[in-house]
């Protein structure tokens, strides 16, 4: 054989050693977590149900129903709008295998943007995946992905787009053709991302919903941490009331809360545009993420699940960051139990207001109940 | 011509050896720097402020961001922190707050549904209206008011900036006029202080009957020394889940 051929031949198998495992590594993003069993899920189905056009896609996610049997109202809680916002992903899981609904009807998407699941923001060093070791010695492991939809199901970003709710993509904002949270209410034959906010729209009105919790996490630059949006609606203002009954329920256990109106000009995003234009009373929360700015350090598991960032406390410290950077860092499992424990304020005041539609939940505790539990306790072991 | 790509071969070589070589001296470096970083600034001490202490109450010392100057740190001393949620300076005659009351808003932020939900918790009988008319006011005895502008809320609320002003000057005029009892609510913080909102505390201040204030909006004196002159009781709050004490203390 030719010398020539023998040296390219090697050239391509020293590149196929270093190629291959990053290929294996990179399309091992696809592989879903799994989820523990829960009796009390009723029905799992497919986004493409209420968006058929999703049927086949990157973006088809499932969706857990969670059916007390005893009529009441029905509450959507949305994990995953932006993959890299990890507490919204395990609140959502925790919450199907945990959860009981003894009244009315809790419906949880813990992949609502499921294709950005499968890639990560290379650019901003962030990690792709981070383990939980649960009580038993078994681990789990979640990925983290990135806030847009992957660009190889959705592409090209185009240079000017207008969504249905009249936000007008153009200039830096190109690439949020592919967020979910500013493409709704979404368009059923619309780009792979509108899609999926038309499955989620067509689902609010098909199932009735009463009442929606988008989860969302914030670096800690963001105005509106601890806080939850909600929508104001001409005809049903009562959106704020029980939001201002849950922030003051938060803030009597201590935690920092508040309820702010959607922005005039928040267009696309869910708590407006859904709020807008269905029925719904639209809450979307956010929780500090310290990985998340341009400050984080080193991207680690530690940083990830303990939340421990020296640069965003030191940041406060000097008054150039608003937010009360907690000293000990703040645990993913703090922004979980947060996030639940939002979400079973908002029932609890949504029933108050409504009785002859209560959502009524059980077996997801306190916040201190489950801080204490831990990410350990609070998810179960897979088979 | 043979001589020269052997030699052009050779410096391929070695510029892909060397800008390797580079490569893993920049990811070194990087994680290196980074590390340093962090490290750097972990082990940073700043000078924390230092709080002086008044005989009549256990200080601390906080910082806001002025609305009117973003870019200025204004250093204040308060009487109110997490041990000492609450302190009323001067008496509140709790007999003068008598039903009807009427809960609204001057500005249309959310401090006024709180308020509502406070309320509800403290077990009063009232009627909430963010945006009721002047019209709305009479057969009251207390009037509740939120004062704190909101953008948000008044867009959402599809109310502008002057209709909400000349609302809440019509609303002055009856409460002057019926005689009613009026509670000043700034329960917002420092993110409620600025032009428009210090309008609407202006006009509520002037027919006041006591204030409940969270204090970290007080950065410039401005409620205590109104307080002080006019010689009205102020209850400050350390934060807004404790204007369920206060109000339990004036409607229980």
């Known amino acids: ?383 | 011509m043979i001589r020269n790509n052997s030699g052009g071969e050779i410096m391929n070589r070695i510029i892909i050896v060397i800008m390797t070589v580079v490569m893993l001296f920049a990811f070194v470096a990087c994680s290196k720097g980074a590390a340093e970083s962090a490290a750097e600034v972990k082990n940073t001490k700043t000078a924390q402020p230092v709080a002086s202490v008044p005989a009549a109450a256990t200080p601390s010392t906080g910082t806001v961001d002025s609305e009117y100057d973003p870019n200025v740190k204004v250093e204040f001393e308060t009487q109110t922190n997490a041990d000492r949620r609450v302190v009323t300076i001067g008496t509140i005659d709790k007999s003068r707050y008598i039903a009807p009351i009427l809960v609204t808003s001057f500005g249309q932020s959310t401090d006024a549904a709180m308020l509502d939900t406070v309320m509800k918790r403290v077990g009063v009988d009232y009627t909430y209206n963010p945006a009721v008319g002047a019209d709305g006011v009479a057969g009251y005895k207390t009037i509740v008011i939120a004062v704190g502008a909101s953008t948000k809320g008044l867009g959402a609320a599809g109310i502008s900036e002057a209709d909400e002003t000349a609302r809440a000057k019509a609303i002055m005029k009856e409460v002057e006029a019926n005689g009613l009892e009026v509670i000043c609510c700034h329960i917002g913080g420092s993110s409620r202080r600025g032009a428009l909102s210090d309008v609407f505390t202006d006009m509520v201040l002037s027919q006041s009957s006591c204030i409940v204030l969270k204090e970290d909006a007080n950065f410039d004196g401005k409620f205590t020394d109104y307080a002080k002159a006019h010689n009205l009781p102020i209850s400050l709050i350390f934060a807004t889940k404790d204007t369920v004490q206060v109000f339990t203390e004036i409607f229980k």
């Open chain 1, 1 to 383: 054989m030719n010398k020539t051929y023998i040296k390219n031949i090697i050239v391509i198998l020293i590149a196929l050693v270093f190629a291959v495992p990053a290929s294996i590594d990179f399309l091992s993003m696809h592989a879903q977590e799994q989820i523990a069993d829960n009796p009390h899920v009723s029905d799992v189905r497919m986004l493409s149900y209420y968006s058929p056009g999703l049927k086949g896609t990157a973006s088809d996610t499932e969706l857990f129903i969670l059916d007390s049997g005893k009529p009441g109202g029905t509450l959507l809680v949305l994990g995953g709008t932006h993959p890299n916002e990890s507490a919204g992903m395990i609140s959502a899981i925790s919450l199907v295998e945990n959860l009981k609904v003894n009244q009315g009807r809790v419906i949880v998407i813990p992949w609502t943007n499921k294709s950005g699941f499968t890639h990560t923001s290379p650019l901003d060093g962030m990690l792709d995946k981070f383990d939980i070791t649960l009580a038993d010695g078994c681990t789990r492991t979640f990925r983290i992905g990135n806030r847009l939809t992957n660009p190889v199901d959705q592409w090209p970003d185009r240079s000017f787009y207008k969504g249905t709710s009249g936000r007008k993509l153009v200039g830096t904002e190109n690439a949020e053709i592919r967020n979910v949270n500013r493409m709704y209410y979404g368009k059923a034959d619309g780009v792979l991302t509108e899609k999926v906010c038309y499955g989620i729209f067509d689902l609010i009105q098909s199932e009735d919903v009463n009442l929606v919790m988008d989860m969302h996490e914030g670096s800690p630059e963001f105005l509106y941490l601890d806080c939850t949006m909600v929508n104001w609606k001409q005809d049903n203002s009562t959106a704020m009331s029980i939001a201002s009954s849950m922030a003051l329920s938060m803030q009597l256990d201590g935690l920092d809360m508040r309820a702010e109106y959607s922005g005039k000009s928040s267009y696309g995003l869910s708590h407006r545009s859904l709020g807008d234009n269905t029925s719904a009373m639209m809450t979307l929360m956010e929780t500090y993420n310290p990985s998340m700015g341009p400050l984080h350090g080193k991207m680690d598991e530690d940083l990830i699940v303990n939340g421990n960032e020296p640069n965003y406390l030191q940041a406060h410290r000097d008054g150039y960051v608003y937010f009360d950077v907690p000293e000990n860092g703040y645990p993913l499992i703090q922004r979980v139990a947060r996030h639940v424990t939002c979400i079973s304020y908002l029932c609890q005041a949504f029933s108050e207001e409504n009785p002859d539609k209560a959502i009524v939940l059980e077996g997801i505790g306190t916040y201190d109940e489950i801080v204490v539990k831990g990410l350990e306790g609070l998810l179960k072991p897979v088979k």
